[in-house]
């Protein structure tokens, strides 16, 4: 079975130009979670949805960051415009229900120069 | 406001002995927490997970214990293996035993190396 899919593995781009990062979760997962790990502060929350809708983006942090889920099986985060601090590795997870762990993608290695 | 805690940022471990790694939290109202293994260049796994009307979960050679009264919960890996070297996070959620959806808080997390 095809686990949580994240694109780009790898993006380095200039600040201020628009960053689009995707995933597509797992199959039948109801539940969709945006992450970014940092080495200040671990990995942190930014957005969750369930069943498409929302839930939680009290982590994200501030209105140069968006995300959107169109339908069950696609996400994306933007950033724009982008920022060096923004330089981090982002993680898409999904769950299959609500007392399922969470199945996590390999990440998104993002560098703003 | 860290609400989940790894005081330990390391931990060196020789093989065949056992591993203990720590959690700390603040939250009362946490009622799952979950432990996820992460090698490098790769995403967390999730290990073994703990409901709060339990204080041991077994699975192979991972246990974690959790002690409400402390807040705290440990992963004991007995044995350790070479291929245990990894950082491990703990996480935690509430409201797991009123069915409400919940998200996870990580914590930040403790590189285990175990040594031949």
Not at chain 1, 59 to 72: H, L, Q, T, V, Y
Request: neutral net charge; charged residues 20%.
């Amino acid at each position: 079975d095809a686990g949580v899919i994240q694109s780009p593995r790898h993006e380095v781009t200039e600040m201020g130009q628009e960053v689009t990062l995707r995933c597509k979760p797992i199959s039948g997962h109801n539940s969709l979670f945006w992450y970014r790990q940092t080495m200040m502060r671990g990995l942190e929350l930014l957005i969750y949805f369930n069943n498409n809708v929302p839930i939680d983006d009290s982590g994200m942090p501030e209105d140069r960051f968006s995300a959107k889920m169109p339908n069950a099986s696609f996400s994306t985060l933007k950033i724009q415009p982008s920022e060096p601090r923004d330089s981090a590795v982002y993680f898409c997870a999904s769950r299959p229900g609500l007392h399922q762990p969470q199945h996590f993608g390999d990440g998104t290695r993002l560098s703003i120069l | 406001d860290q609400q989940v805690k790894q005081n330990s940022p390391s931990l060196s471990v020789q093989e065949g002995r056992i591993s203990i790694l720590n959690c700390d939290y603040t939250n009362s109202m946490f009622d799952y927490f979950l432990w996820y293994k992460k090698y490098p260049a790769e995403g967390p796994t999730f290990l073994i997970s703990i409901s709060s009307i339990k204080d041991k979960n077994e699975d192979g050679r991972f246990t974690v214990f959790l002690n409400k009264s402390a807040k705290h919960l440990s992963l004991h890996i007995v044995p350790s293996q070479p291929g245990d070297s990894a950082v491990y996070f703990c996480a935690a959620s509430r409201g797991v035993n009123t069915g409400t959806a919940s998200k996870l808080t990580f914590g930040t997390g403790t590189r285990l190396q175990v040594t031949l």
